[in-house]
């Protein structure tokens, strides 16, 4: 493997093949909930971008993507538990059952202020799709509707996630090791 960082090092948890046979059943099964019902992917950036590119070629429906980039986390990998809205949608959810996509539900901060935020502004229904969870670090509970993979609280990075913008290109995810630690 090509992507490789000084005093870092990577190990596969949840492989290309496992990925792609869940995100195609949670498709299956968001196409079937939905029905026809036309619905609003809100995705949100930067880490969800990949597993939402995936994700949408495998839904039947009627639907529009969206985007928008939170930060919770800084550079580091320690959460500061302040969430902002640092680019918001393009256009308004009202009346529009929206799906959050997301690429992992960590403390539930993140997303447990999404929800809310978003179930404000009058859309028809809103639900989560999150690709990884961690339950062992949660803080707030999070209604997670669709869920791909429950991990152990270890870091991980690849297929979109990353760690100080490094490893979202890795077609895995992976648990990431530092050498110094
Ligand atoms: P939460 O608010 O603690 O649930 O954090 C959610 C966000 O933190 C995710 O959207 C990720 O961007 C980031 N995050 C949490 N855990 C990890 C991890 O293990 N690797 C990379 N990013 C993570
Ligand atoms: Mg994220």
Same mark, same amino acid.
């Given at each position: 493997?090509?992507?490789?960082?000084?005093?870092?090092?990577?190990? !596969?948890?949840?492989?290309?093949?496992?990925?792609?046979?869940?995100?195609?059943?949670?498709?299956?099964?968001?196409?079937?909930?939905?029905?026809?019902?036309?619905?609003?992917?809100?995705?949100? &950036?930067?880490?969800?971008?990949?597993?939402?590119?995936?994700?949408? @070629?495998?839904?039947?429906?009627?639907?529009?993507?969206?985007?928008?980039?939170?930060s919770?986390?800084?550079?580091?990998?320690?959460?500061?538990? !302040?969430v902002r809205i640092q680019?918001?949608?393009?256009?308004?959810?009202?009346?529009?059952?929206?799906?959050? !996509?997301?690429?992992?539900?960590?403390?539930? &901060?993140?997303?447990?202020?999404?929800?809310?935020?978003?179930?404000?502004?009058?859309?028809?229904?809103?639900?989560?799709?999150?690709?990884?969870?961690?339950?062992?670090?949660?803080?707030?509970?999070?209604?997670?509707? #669709?869920?791909?993979?429950?991990?152990?609280?270890?870091?991980?990075?690849? #297929?979109?996630?990353?760690?100080?913008?490094?490893? @979202?290109?890795?077609?895995?995810?992976?648990? &990431?090791?530092?050498?110094?630690?």
């Open positions: 493997m090509a992507v490789t960082y000084p005093g870092e090092h990577t190990e !596969v948890l949840v492989s290309a093949d496992q990925i792609t046979h869940k995100v195609q059943q949670l498709a299956h099964r968001i196409t079937l909930d939905y029905k026809d019902r036309p619905l609003v992917l809100v995705v949100i &950036l930067k880490g969800a971008y990949v597993f939402a590119a995936d994700l949408i @070629r495998y839904i039947d429906l009627p639907l529009h993507v969206d985007f928008m980039a939170l919770s986390y800084g550079p580091s990998s320690r959460t500061s538990g !302040v680019n918001d949608l393009n256009d308004s959810i009202e009346g529009q059952h929206v799906l959050i !996509v997301e690429d992992i539900v960590d403390t539930g &901060l993140t997303l447990n202020y999404l929800f809310g935020h978003l179930k404000a502004r009058g859309p028809a229904s809103v639900r989560i799709c999150a690709l990884l969870d961690k339950p062992d670090r949660r803080m707030v509970a999070v209604p997670v509707h #669709y869920k791909g993979f429950e991990i152990p609280n270890e870091f991980v990075v690849g #297929y979109g996630l990353d760690f100080a913008e490094r490893y @979202r290109n890795l077609p895995y995810v992976a648990v &990431l090791h530092r050498d110094a630690e």
